[in-house]
Nanobody, 125 residues
């Protein structure tokens, strides 16, 4: 089972930047997709970005050119990053990372992810 814990959220003015991190521990399949999702006011989630174990990344149209997803390894733990730039008020949401076995694929944002973290709040004013 994969355990995920996010950090790096906060409050920022429009146009500013934040970097989120997600520390991931546990067993990872050789093919694994990790993604960032966000929830604004309602229960519906929005897929922000995802990255395959081979490093291939996909983004929601709303964040392309502003957000960058990456993954690194630190002390045998995978760390998922989300660099967010030129933030807008509509980016305000609870951001959480999630993991699933298998490749992300073109419909990744609609798929069920096996594990998720509790999330970190991002507020843009």
């Amino acid at each position: 089972q994969v355990q995920l814990v996010e950090s790096g959220g906060g409050s920022v003015q429009a146009g500013g930047s934040l970097r989120l991190s997600c520390s991931a521990s546990g067993y990872f399949d050789s093919d694994n997709c990790m993604g960032w999702f966000r929830q604004a006011s309602g229960p519906e989630r929005e897929g922000v970005a995802a990255i395959d174990s081979d490093g291939s990344a996909v983004y929601a149209d709303s964040v392309k050119g502003r957000f960058t997803i990456s993954i690194s390894e630190d002390n045998a733990k995978n760390v998922l990053w989300l660099q967010m730039s030129n933030l807008k008020p509509e980016d305000t949401a609870l951001y959480y990372c999630a993991s699933k076995v298998g490749m992300c694929g073109p419909n990744w944002s609609k798929l069920r992810f096996d594990s998720r973290g509790p999330g970190t709040q991002v507020t843009v004013s």
